[in-house]
């Protein structure tokens, strides 16, 4: 089992060497930057789940990799005017105030289908049914947040980052070739995962979860979905000290 | 083989009843409202292939569909403000101008997405790998497109409109199980019809083609290669009578 610094190492290393689609011509830098920089937190879970389950990390890297083009494609679109018109990412210009916004709906664009055409390369469709339904929670989940007012948080939360976490486990299980029936298990750990992940943003970020419960008490929280987090994974049958030590990781983050 | 209007009508109630993610909520409304009111030639292109090529027409549906889905996600954001600022679209506000730009963004992308899992219905991924290559070619296109001088016309067109002319003929073709061996003839018809719908385009805009040529010589070269499709076509050991009526109705159609 590789540690999740060699995991991340490996998916940086085959994120670098990505050929794009020639088709892009010059729209392919901005998909490049807005691709670069990134925790790689779902492309590592989806490896180390991948490598829990049985499969050899190489053959989770494409699924790996269209997880963290997803996630780079949602940034870009969220980041732009029309929806939270943020011009900084990453401690540099967002990709609208890089190369025009023009080019950065086409960059989320362009990362989309790439994501697409990575999850593709499997034989069995799983991987890309699994990550089209993710992506489609993401949207409803970013539709939410930008609807305002009357909205189920918990519900904003499952989608807008929680589907993505919860298809990071999911498209390691099936690079694996996890039966269906033997999926609960982690599918569980996955949602507790997202839920970590999400209220830890909230206390570091002073919102979310932070205002609603206090940061006191969001902080107690985020400890208890950790220990619920590391439970769900004692009940896994499989050596899952890897994602303990992502669980360990998330827990305790400053950014 | 059934006539082109029965086809467009079939692809229309499929449209119409389709279930869309519900994870999507509100959202939902505005993909439908990018999704109505098209004429369909993408889509009653592939069923007509689909059903030349011996395949059933409902089996060909999704992947009609898929390839709407996809064609209405790129005018969706075509038309944004940062991008072409059409507030108008087939006699209605467009997507942006009716329900902000915000929610316009993640229409696209959530047509895109919904196109990605309507083409992962099938069991063989083919047809989700020939959607996510057109669709990179289009966003590639529209790249060229805006980001103006210098740019060869003729790939800007083989890109922005002829990759999703193409691939309506290759959807098609694999719903139908067509081997690789057996499909480059009708490759080559979809090459020239979609340099008809683009050439027809430009002359009803007087943009494009009829400006480079002059109107008269871009009609007489739609003449030309509305005969060379049919020449193609006639190449093709199928019934090809209703691809025919489409060369026929794409080389006169005034709108």
């Given at each position: 089992m590789q540690a999740p610094d060699a995991l991340?190492?490996?998916?940086?290393?085959?994120?670098?060497?990505?050929?794009?689609?020639?088709?892009?011509?010059?729209?392919?830098?901005?998909?490049?930057?807005?691709?670069?920089g990134g925790k790689r937190v779902r492309g590592v879970l989806c490896l180390a789940t991948a490598e829990a389950a049985g499969a050899r990390v190489a053959d989770a890297l494409p699924a790996a990799a269209a997880l963290e083009f997803v996630h780079a494609f949602s940034l870009v679109h969220d980041d732009l005017p029309g929806l939270d018109d943020d011009a900084e990412r990453r401690g540099r210009p967002s990709v609208w105030a890089e190369f025009g916004e023009g080019v950065a709906v086409l960059a989320g664009d362009a990362l989309l289908a790439e994501a697409f055409r990575l999850a593709?390369?499997?034989?069995?469709?799983?991987?890309?049914?699994?990550l089209a339904?993710?992506?489609?929670?993401?949207?409803?989940?970013?539709?939410l947040d930008i609807s305002g007012s009357d909205v189920d948080l918990a519900e904003l939360?499952?989608?807008?980052?929680?589907?993505?976490?919860?298809?990071?486990?999911?498209l390691g299980l099936r690079v694996a070739g996890v039966p269906e029936s033997e999926q609960v298990a982690w599918r569980v750990f996955s949602e507790e995962l997202g839920l970590l992940f999400q209220v830890v943003d909230d206390v570091l970020d002073g919102d979310g979860y932070a205002v609603t419960l206090g940061a006191a008490e969001a902080r107690a929280f985020a400890a208890e979905v950790a220990e619920r987090s590391r439970a769900r994974l004692a009940a896994i049958d499989a050596d899952t000290a890897v994602l303990d030590d992502l669980v360990d990781g998330l827990a305790v983050r400053t950014a």
């Open positions: 991340r190492a490996q998916l940086e290393e085959y994120l670098l060497a990505l050929e794009l689609s020639p088709y892009l011509h010059g729209q392919a830098e901005s998909v490049r930057y807005a691709v670069s593709l390369v499997y034989e069995s469709p799983a991987v890309a049914r699994e339904q993710a992506t489609l929670g993401m949207i409803g989940g970013q539709y939360h499952r989608l807008k980052t929680g589907r993505l976490f919860a298809a990071a486990v999911g």
